[in-house]
Every structure is written in structure tokens, then in C-alpha cells.
């Protein structure tokens, strides 16, 4: 093939040198606009897993590669006055121009044309010139290609909320470096480590608003460039930062990072009476934030993929597409993690309250890819020491993080794992029958600290569907307090909690197993919503409340209330999520109301507070209450992370102890971003930003999960559905793998395990044992 390669930064280059490695009698090129030795930047960032890709695919530049490299195993914080230090976490850093140098040099050894101070301006052109069989588009973030082709392409490119400026120093840092200082207008953060003997790069970010109340974008390059040495003074040692980008001008150096996605990554042009393919690589393709390190190991392995593909494939075509699938998938792995690494450092204030232990722990874990475990493989003694801090314990080995005890009001929770409430569809006219008795008493024996019912309604018309539970009278209340009894007498130690919830749009709809959210067949009842509004093309009209439906409503929510309190649950919580009753009045994509209950966010949290401080106010005041929430509708015009944050202070302030922090549902319009954890950001942030204790929820499917999350300080509580429906003893056999891994912990927080067995020990004396007279 004649391959064209159009931007010579290290995915052009790379693909160029593995294509010609691949068949020396391929024709490539590399058109650079710039001089041969000229880059701007510092250092770059690959990790050992990168290494090992670049050594399978090309062992020579591999080797120049690795040569060059500095290796580093420690990261450390300093942050408030304090510093922290863990190591195994392997990293290398190289100078950008070492790097572009060592794999111009390999190009031009395998024969490989260079061209450099081209500045291409029409692809098509340079590519008739050329003759040309396929253009690789590796012209960087702001690449005329994919301009040019948009339509094809699609991109999608936000601008983050961070500035940043990319400096060196001449102080060399011995660990991967984050620096945090406060000023008075707000954060800073630093980004240092050193890539080769001499010189460290040194990063500097702050939100655009810190960045412009201090006048930085009205200062010069050197006036702002001296105002971050004054501000980071105390880790450069007198060391100047330097600045290899003056062809910028004033505070033009000071960036925000665009986060670029492409829907396709392949464009057919017809040049010279052929269709020629024009595929996107590196930062042209998508860009990942460079807090994980992530630009240059993505234009690596986009070369490594697309080379695989054209040796596995002997039409192009077929190889392309096979390219685009693979990396776009990968990438976006990465764009995920960078993502929740981006975000983390446009709010360290969210996060400043707290001591610099868990500071470190949540920066350690902020993209959600290095788990507790993953800690315990790269540096045991330093997590080990995190967990006696968090577990405020100077025993040789304290809890998992998953097994530390929580009091909530005058309640106490044996540990962190909480059985989600989750629909069975098992009731006879809203009464809980023997099956729930075996499924919640399952569960409760099978560890967890707290296990839910599944939601309940507080009258006929609110249930979900005719096989949902409810709580509108005595006899249900007694048919509940059988299994509280139980779990409360099993010897287990779990708790057990109420979920009162009212189906509103949601309701008079087939069970779980049929068409779920699909109207019943016959016997459908009269919906109450926020407006009338359907939750669906098919589902039924619901009638907008009035006054007195919302004074019976409230009335209702009350009595099943005192109704939880005589069965003797221990903690309640308020279903105002995932589109039902109370959810529908909050977001605004279903409350089209003109009166005080609609408009606004606080107009709309206005019946659900209601309602809620009329429960909290006959709920025994020595136990806790929570509210569900959906924390993003997913959907256009409807509420964001923004807003939830808002509804938590609002609950907060009427006197709730937990957010339940849940997302979606609110419309068939949703279009959610799934991935594992995907809504603990959520309960990260309010968690964090509000002041109040949440439950995470949502795809948290793994113990090191759940201890990542609590040691984080993402949530308190962590809300576990699909493995203990697998499962019930989920807990007890999750905590017994961690056990079989560290010997060296203490039985008891296994004891669970240990009563459950007793517990099947003395059924089975009772059993032949009859009581007189019976």
C-alpha cells in the first residue's frame, strides 16, 4: 500500500514504523507541519502495562524507549500542611521530544519518508500527490480532518472546566507528585514528575472561575507563570518553571482540556478515481485527560490495533472496520475513567474536608479503575495502615472496610452492605405471604447489615402491580411483623427497613415476569401523577392531583408509617425516585403543574418534603429515615447532578439522615450511561457536597467494589440487588474470599457466618424435639 500518514506526533509515527516493519514493501510517509526536533510539551506518561504492548509490537524502539525512561513506583500527596506516600503503582515518564525523536529515527531506519514543515492544508490534495491507498488522520486534537468530515465522523468535543498550563522544572521529583494549595478564591493542584535526569514537567490546574478571579487571564506568560512559582514555591526548592510554548501568546498557555469523541472514525474519499479511507488515530480520534496519563498510551495502541487489524484482514475494508470496533470500545474504557479522573480534580473542594488520609485514598482510586484490592497488590503496609486509620483501630489488622460497624440516630449497623429493596411480585392483595418471609429471612441471615423490603405501598391504588406489597392496614402490618420478628430474632444481628413508595404513572401495570411497565391486560385502576402526564405511549393518562388527593395521599404515607413503626421495622426510607409518585412531581420532565407544586425545583420537592416531614414527624425519633432519589433523568430537560445535589439539602433540611442515591426511570426517554458504579459519582458528590451520609447503588456487583467506595468516602452505605437475589449469603461468602486471603484477620468479623450455623443447629434440636401437646 502508499500509506499517508498526516501528523507526525507518536501515533503517525508509530503506525508508520509497525506498517513498514509489517511488509517492507509498503510505500510510507509522514507529513509533520513541524521542524524535525521541535515539540512542545514536557514529559509524557506511559505505565508498565503500555511498555509491555510497545515491547510485543516493536522490541527495538521498545528497548530506546525504555532506556530512556524514568521509572517511578511511589506516588505522594501533600495536601493541607500533610503529606502521603504509597509506592507500587509503576509508572515511566519521558520527555516528548526524547520520545518523537527516538521513533523518528526508527522510522527513517526502516525507510520510512518524513516530511516535516508541511502544514497540510487539503488532505485530498497531498493525498493525489502522493498516490495514496489510505490516510491516517494523527493531526492532533484540533484535526482539520475530522473537521473537514464532521458528518462522517461526528464529533463530540467538550471543553472541561479546568485551566491548565503544561511547565518543566528543573526540580526533580522522586515520586509521581500531586501538590494541592488553597488560596482565597479557591484550589490549585499540581501535576509534577520527572522524565529524564534533569528536568520534572509540572502541571497547573484550577477551575476557570479560580483561575480569572485571580486575574490570570489578564496577566502575561510571565506574570502568570511567576504567580504559580510563588504559589508552589515550597515543593520547587528555588527552581524556576519554564515554558516551551512562547509561539503562544499571553494567557493563551492556559488551556481547558477539550474531551473529544468520534461516532465513527472511518471516512471514504474519492481521489484519483479510487475510494481512498481516511481513518482517525490518536487525539484526532478521542482524548483522554492527561490526570491519568492516558493521550500518548492511546496513540500507541490505536497504532498497534490498526496494524493488528491489517495483518489479520486482507481487505482493507474489513480491516478498518474491525479497528474501529475494537479501539472504540477501549477507548472508551479509558474515556470513562478519565472522565471520573476529570471530574474529581475540577472539585477537590468537594473533597477538602477531608483528613489527608482519605484525601489520598480518593485521589489513589478517583477514576474508579484501582480498586482496595488492587492497593493491597501495589503497596500492602501503606493500605494496612488506612484501614487501622479508618477503622480508627490500632489492632495489628482492622475490618474491611465493607465490615465496619455504623450507628445511624441510636441504631447500629453491623457493616456496610445493604440487601437493595427489589420488586418480587409475590403479594396477595398487598399482603406479604410465606415467600417473603423465606426471602428476606434468607438474606438477613446471609450477613448484610441491613436488608430492605422490597417498595410497599400505603394503599391499593399505589401499588406497582397486583403482586406488589403493601401497608394500609393491620393485618399487613402483622404479616410484616412476622418477618421482622424473625430477622430480629435469628441471632444474625441484621436490621431490617421499610421502603414506603407510591406507584403514581407507574402503577396498575403487569409483573416482572410479563411486560414490565406494560398496562394489565384487564383490571387496570385510576392513576394519580403530578400532571397528567403518561409514563409511556401506552401507559395510561394519569388524572393531575388536587389538594385534597394530596391531603389523602399524605394521609395514607402517615398511617402506613405508624403501621411500620408497630411492626417494628428499624429504619425507614421514602421512594421519591425512578418516576413514581412523588418522582414525578420533582422532575420537571413530567410536573407541568402552574400552581406552588410545579416551576421551580423547590415548587417541585414541595409535596414530596411534605410528605416526608409528616412521616418523620410519627416515626420514632431515635431511628433513621432516608429518601430515595433519582439523581439524573438521563434524559433532555430533565434534572441533572446539579439538581439532586439541591434536593439532598432540601431532604437534609427537613430532617432526613440518608440519600438513597439511585438515577433514572423518570421517563422511556432515558438514555442512561451504564458501566460499573455508574451512579456512585452521584452519591459521591452529594455525599461530599451537602454534608449528608448516602447509599451508593447501581451495578456494584464486587466486594472490592463496596471497599473501595466506603474507604473513598463515596458513600457509607453500599446497596447490593442482583448478587443477593444469586445469592443470599452474598456477604457472609464474600467476606469469608477476603478472609481466605489475610489469614491474619480476627474471626469475629466473620460471626455471622458462625450464628447462621448455630441458628440451623438449633432448628434442627426444635425439630426433634416436640413441645408438649403438640
Same mark, same amino acid.
Given at each position: 500500500?502508499?500509506?499517508?500518514?498526516?501528523?507526525?506526533?507518536?501515533?503517525?509515527?508509530y503506525f508508520?514504523?509497525?506498517?513498514?516493519l509489517?511488509?517492507?514493501?509498503?510505500?510510507?510517509?509522514?507529513?509533520?507541519?513541524?521542524r524535525?526536533?521541535d515539540?512542545?510539551?514536557?514529559?509524557?506518561?506511559?505505565?508498565d502495562?503500555?511498555?509491555g504492548?510497545?515491547?510485543?509490537?516493536d522490541?527495538v524502539?521498545?528497548q530506546l524507549?525504555g532506556?530512556a525512561?524514568?521509572?517511578?513506583?511511589?506516588v505522594e500527596?501533600?495536601?493541607k500542611?500533610?503529606?502521603?506516600?504509597?509506592?507500587g503503582?509503576g509508572f515511566?515518564?519521558?520527555?516528548?521530544?526524547?520520545?518523537?525523536?527516538i521513533?523518528?529515527?526508527?522510522?527513517?531506519?526502516?525507510?520510512v519518508?518524513l516530511?516535516?514543515e508541511t502544514?497540510?492544508q487539503?488532505d485530498?490534495?497531498?493525498?493525489a500527490?502522493?498516490?495514496?491507498d489510505?490516510v491516517?488522520?494523527?493531526?492532533g486534537?484540533?484535526?482539520?480532518?475530522?473537521?473537514?468530515?464532521?458528518?462522517?465522523?461526528?464529533p463530540?468535543v467538550?471543553?472541561?472546566?479546568?485551566?491548565f498550563?503544561w511547565?518543566?522544572?528543573?526540580?526533580t521529583?522522586d515520586a509521581?507528585t500531586?501538590?494541592?494549595?488553597?488560596t482565597?478564591?479557591?484550589?490549585?493542584?499540581?501535576?509534577a514528575y520527572?522524565?529524564?535526569?534533569n528536568?520534572?514537567?509540572?502541571?497547573?490546574?484550577?477551575?476557570?472561575?479560580?483561575?480569572?478571579?485571580h486575574?490570570l487571564?489578564?496577566?502575561?506568560?510571565e506574570?502568570?507563570?511567576?504567580f504559580?512559582?510563588?504559589?508552589f514555591a515550597?515543593?520547587l526548592?528555588?527552581?524556576?518553571l519554564m515554558?516551551?510554548?512562547?509561539h503562544?501568546?499571553g494567557s493563551?498557555i492556559?488551556i481547558?482540556f477539550?474531551?473529544?469523541?468520534?461516532e465513527r472514525w472511518v471516512?471514504?474519499?474519492?481521489?484519483?478515481?479510487?475510494?481512498?479511507?481516511i481513518?482517525?488515530?490518536?487525539?484526532a480520534?478521542?482524548t483522554?485527560?492527561?490526570?491519568i496519563g492516558?493521550g500518548?498510551k492511546l496513540?500507541l495502541?490505536?497504532a498497534?490495533?490498526?496494524?493488528?487489524?491489517?495483518?489479520?484482514?486482507g481487505d482493507?475494508t474489513?480491516?478498518?472496520q474491525?479497528?474501529?470496533?475494537?479501539r472504540?470500545?477501549?477507548?472508551?474504557k479509558?474515556q470513562?475513567a478519565a472522565?471520573?479522573?476529570?471530574?474529581?480534580?475540577e472539585n477537590?473542594?468537594?473533597?477538602?474536608g477531608?483528613?489527608?488520609?482519605?484525601?489520598f485514598?480518593?485521589?489513589?482510586?478517583?477514576?474508579q479503575r484501582?480498586?482496595?484490592?488492587?492497593?493491597r497488590?501495589r503497596?500492602?503496609a501503606?493500605?494496612q495502615?488506612y484501614?487501622?486509620w479508618?477503622?480508627?483501630?490500632?489492632?495489628?489488622?482492622?475490618?474491611?472496610?465493607?465490615?465496619?460497624?455504623l450507628k445511624?440516630?441510636?441504631l447500629?449497623?453491623?457493616?456496610?452492605?445493604?440487601?437493595?429493596p427489589?420488586?418480587?411480585?409475590?403479594?396477595?392483595d398487598?399482603?406479604?405471604?410465606?415467600?417473603?418471609?423465606v426471602?428476606?429471612g434468607?438474606?438477613?441471615?446471609?450477613?448484610?447489615?441491613l436488608?430492605?423490603?422490597e417498595m410497599?405501598?400505603p394503599?391499593?391504588?399505589g401499588?406497582?402491580t397486583?403482586?406488589?406489597?403493601?401497608?394500609?392496614?393491620?393485618?399487613q402490618a402483622?404479616?410484616?411483623?412476622?418477618?421482622v420478628d424473625?430477622v430480629h430474632?435469628?441471632g444474625a444481628?441484621?436490621?431490617?427497613?421499610?421502603?414506603?413508595?407510591?406507584s403514581?404513572?407507574?402503577?396498575s401495570t403487569?409483573?416482572?415476569?410479563e411486560?414490565p411497565d406494560e398496562p394489565l391486560v384487564?383490571?387496570n385502576?385510576?392513576?394519580?401523577?403530578?400532571?397528567?402526564v403518561?409514563?409511556?405511549?401506552?401507559?395510561q393518562l394519569?388524572q393531575?392531583?388536587?389538594r385534597?388527593?394530596?391531603d389523602r395521599?399524605k394521609a395514607e404515607?402517615?398511617?402506613?408509617?405508624?403501621?411500620?413503626?408497630?411492626?417494628?421495622?428499624d429504619?425507614l426510607?421514602l421512594?421519591?425516585?425512578?418516576?413514581?409518585l412523588?418522582?414525578?412531581?420533582?422532575?420537571?420532565?413530567t410536573?407541568?403543574?402552574?400552581?406552588?407544586?410545579g416551576?421551580?425545583?423547590?415548587?417541585?420537592c414541595?409535596f414530596?418534603?411534605?410528605?416526608?416531614? +409528616?412521616?418523620? %414527624? $410519627?416515626w420514632p &425519633?431515635? /431511628?433513621?429515615?432516608?429518601?430515595?432519589?433519582s439523581?439524573?433523568d438521563?434524559?433532555? #430537560?430533565?434534572?441533572? +447532578?446539579?439538581? %439532586? $445535589?439541591?434536593i &439532598?439539602? /432540601?431532604f437534609?433540611?427537613?430532617g432526613c439522615?440518608f440519600?438513597?442515591v439511585?438515577? #433514572?426511570?423518570?421517563?422511556r426517554a432515558?438514555?442512561?450511561v451504564?458501566?460499573r458504579?455508574?451512579q456512585?459519582?452521584?452519591?459521591?458528590?452529594?455525599?461530599?457536597e451537602? #454534608?449528608?451520609?448516602?447509599?451508593a447503588?447501581?451495578?456494584?456487583?464486587?466486594?472490592?467494589h463496596?471497599n473501595?467506595?466506603?474507604?473513598a468516602?463515596?458513600?457509607?452505605?453500599c446497596?447490593?440487588?442482583?448478587p443477593?437475589?444469586?445469592?443470599?449469603?452474598?456477604?457472609?461468602h464474600?467476606?469469608?474470599?477476603?478472609?481466605s486471603?489475610?489469614?491474619?484477620?480476627?474471626?469475629p468479623?466473620l460471626?455471622?457466618?458462625?450464628?447462621?450455623?448455630r441458628?440451623?443447629a438449633?432448628?434442627?434440636?426444635l425439630?426433634?424435639?416436640?413441645a408438649?401437646?403438640?
Amino acid at each position: 500500500m502508499h500509506i499517508l500518514c498526516l501528523g507526525g506526533g507518536p501515533a503517525g509515527l508509530y503506525f508508520a514504523l509497525l506498517m513498514k516493519l509489517q511488509n517492507p514493501a509498503h510505500q510510507v510517509t509522514v507529513v509533520e507541519r513541524n521542524r524535525p526536533f521541535d515539540t512542545f510539551g514536557w514529559g509524557v506518561v506511559l505505565s508498565d502495562q503500555t511498555l509491555g504492548n510497545l515491547r510485543a509490537a516493536d522490541p527495538v524502539s521498545a528497548q530506546l524507549i525504555g532506556d530512556a525512561f524514568n521509572h517511578w513506583d511511589d506516588v505522594e500527596v501533600f495536601f493541607k500542611g500533610r503529606s502521603v506516600r504509597s509506592g507500587g503503582h509503576g509508572f515511566c515518564g519521558i520527555g516528548r521530544k526524547r520520545l518523537l525523536n527516538i521513533l523518528q529515527e526508527r522510522c527513517m531506519a526502516l525507510g520510512v519518508a518524513l516530511v516535516f514543515e508541511t502544514d497540510v492544508q487539503d488532505d485530498q490534495a497531498i493525498a493525489a500527490q502522493y498516490g495514496a491507498d489510505l490516510v491516517v488522520a494523527s493531526d492532533g486534537l484540533n484535526s482539520r480532518i475530522r473537521n473537514r468530515y464532521a458528518e462522517t465522523f461526528k464529533p463530540d468535543v467538550e471543553l472541561r472546566a479546568c485551566r491548565f498550563v503544561w511547565l518543566g522544572t528543573r526540580k526533580t521529583f522522586d515520586a509521581f507528585t500531586f501538590a494541592f494549595e488553597q488560596t482565597e478564591h479557591g484550589w490549585f493542584a499540581a501535576h509534577a514528575y520527572k522524565f529524564d535526569e534533569n528536568t520534572s514537567t509540572f502541571i497547573v490546574e484550577t477551575p476557570e472561575a479560580v483561575w480569572k478571579a485571580h486575574g490570570l487571564d489578564q496577566m502575561s506568560q510571565e506574570d502568570g507563570i511567576a504567580f504559580c512559582e510563588r504559589l508552589f514555591a515550597k515543593y520547587l526548592d528555588g527552581n524556576a518553571l519554564m515554558n516551551n510554548a512562547t509561539h503562544v501568546r499571553g494567557s493563551a498557555i492556559w488551556i481547558r482540556f477539550p474531551r473529544v469523541v468520534c461516532e465513527r472514525w472511518v471516512h471514504e474519499a474519492a481521489i484519483n478515481g479510487k475510494q481512498v479511507p481516511i481513518v482517525l488515530m490518536g487525539d484526532a480520534a478521542h482524548t483522554a485527560h492527561f490526570s491519568i496519563g492516558s493521550g500518548t498510551k492511546l496513540a500507541l495502541e490505536d497504532a498497534i490495533e490498526l496494524s493488528h487489524c491489517f495483518a489479520q484482514h486482507g481487505d482493507a475494508t474489513a480491516a478498518l472496520q474491525a479497528y474501529e470496533a475494537l479501539r472504540s470500545v477501549e477507548v472508551l474504557k479509558i474515556q470513562n475513567a478519565a472522565r471520573n479522573s476529570t471530574e474529581w480534580f475540577e472539585n477537590v473542594d468537594r473533597y477538602s474536608g477531608m483528613e489527608a488520609e482519605q484525601f489520598f485514598y480518593s485521589l489513589l482510586t478517583r477514576s474508579q479503575r484501582i480498586s482496595h484490592e488492587n492497593l493491597r497488590v501495589r503497596d500492602a503496609a501503606w493500605l494496612q495502615g488506612y484501614e487501622q486509620w479508618l477503622a480508627k483501630s490500632n489492632a495489628a489488622h482492622a475490618p474491611p472496610p465493607m465490615l465496619l460497624p455504623l450507628k445511624v440516630r441510636e441504631l447500629n449497623l453491623k457493616n456496610r452492605i445493604v440487601v437493595s429493596p427489589m420488586a418480587t411480585y409475590s403479594a396477595v392483595d398487598g399482603m406479604p405471604q410465606d415467600f417473603h418471609l423465606v426471602h428476606l429471612g434468607a438474606r438477613a441471615l446471609g450477613g448484610a447489615g441491613l436488608v430492605f423490603v422490597e417498595m410497599t405501598s400505603p394503599c391499593p391504588e399505589g401499588r406497582i402491580t397486583p403482586g406488589c406489597p403493601g401497608l394500609w392496614n393491620e393485618a399487613q402490618a402483622k404479616g410484616f411483623k412476622r418477618i421482622v420478628d424473625f430477622v430480629h430474632a435469628s441471632g444474625a444481628g441484621a436490621k431490617i427497613g421499610m421502603q414506603l413508595g407510591h406507584s403514581g404513572p407507574k402503577g396498575s401495570t403487569q409483573v416482572g415476569w410479563e411486560q414490565p411497565d406494560e398496562p394489565l391486560v384487564t383490571g387496570n385502576w385510576p392513576l394519580l401523577a403530578a400532571s397528567a402526564v403518561a409514563y409511556g405511549p401506552s401507559n395510561q393518562l394519569p388524572q393531575a392531583m388536587t389538594r385534597a388527593d394530596m391531603d389523602r395521599v399524605k394521609a395514607e404515607f402517615v398511617q402506613s408509617t405508624r403501621y411500620a413503626a408497630e411492626a417494628g421495622f428499624d429504619w425507614l426510607e421514602l421512594h421519591c425516585a425512578h418516576g413514581y409518585l412523588l418522582s414525578s412531581f420533582i422532575t420537571p420532565l413530567t410536573n407541568q403543574r402552574s400552581d406552588e407544586y410545579g416551576g421551580s425545583l423547590e415548587n417541585r420537592c414541595r409535596f414530596p418534603l411534605e410528605v416526608f416531614a +409528616a412521616m418523620r %414527624a $410519627v416515626w420514632p &425519633a431515635h /431511628l433513621p429515615m432516608s429518601v430515595r432519589i433519582s439523581a439524573h433523568d438521563w434524559a433532555p #430537560g430533565g434534572n441533572t +447532578a446539579d439538581d %439532586a $445535589v439541591a434536593i &439532598a439539602r /432540601l431532604f437534609k433540611a427537613a430532617g432526613c439522615d440518608f440519600i438513597d442515591v439511585s438515577s #433514572g426511570q423518570t421517563t422511556r426517554a432515558a438514555k442512561p450511561v451504564y458501566g460499573r458504579m455508574y451512579q456512585t459519582p452521584f452519591a459521591d458528590r452529594i455525599r461530599n457536597e451537602v #454534608g449528608i451520609q448516602t447509599i451508593a447503588v447501581g451495578a456494584i456487583s464486587e466486594v472490592d467494589h463496596v471497599n473501595s467506595i466506603i474507604a473513598a468516602g463515596r458513600a457509607d452505605l453500599c446497596a447490593i440487588a442482583r448478587p443477593h437475589l444469586a445469592d443470599p449469603a452474598w456477604t457472609l461468602h464474600e467476606a469469608a474470599k477476603l478472609q481466605s486471603r489475610h489469614v491474619n484477620w480476627p474471626k469475629p468479623y466473620l460471626s455471622g457466618r458462625d450464628q447462621l450455623y448455630r441458628e440451623i443447629a438449633r432448628q434442627k434440636e426444635l425439630a426433634v424435639q416436640p413441645a408438649a401437646g403438640k
